[in-house]
Nanobody, 120 residues
């Protein structure tokens, strides 16, 4: 009924930038929190950034000042602008949304993941 589709990953050199997008579609009434997580090889999935409906954000210490999360509520989309990328940012990035459906179900949904590789 509701699905998330991510886009924007790829290969970038250290110091470069990428912008990730994640759009939700389906029987959506509203979306509360939206977030981005990442999982590097051999490591656990970790929170990168999170934004609630009214716009309050929080970030992992490792990305503060370099990454910016934003959302477009009209388009049910969350973005992650990543600047000054470092090799240690290499990971699969996943979006996550807390969706309220038109039937008033509350769903915790994940995107399919998009690979970000930072390498020269």
């Amino acid at each position: 009924q509701v699905q998330l589709v991510e886009s924007g990953g790829g290969l970038v050199q250290p110091g470069g930038s990428l912008r990730l997008s994640c759009a939700a579609s389906g029987s959506i009434r509203s979306i509360n929190a939206m977030g981005w997580y990442r999982q590097a090889p051999g490591k656990e999935r970790e929170l990168v950034a999170r934004i609630v409906r009214v716009g309050v954000t929080n970030y992992a210490d490792s990305v503060k000042g370099r990454f910016t999360i934003s959302r477009d509520n009209a388009k049910n989309t969350v973005f992650l602008q990543m600047n000054s990328l470092k090799p240690e940012d290499t990971a699969v990035y996943y979006c996550k949304m807390d969706v309220v459906t038109t039937g008033f179900r509350i769903l915790e949904l994940w995107g399919q993941g998009t690979l970000v590789t930072v390498s020269s």
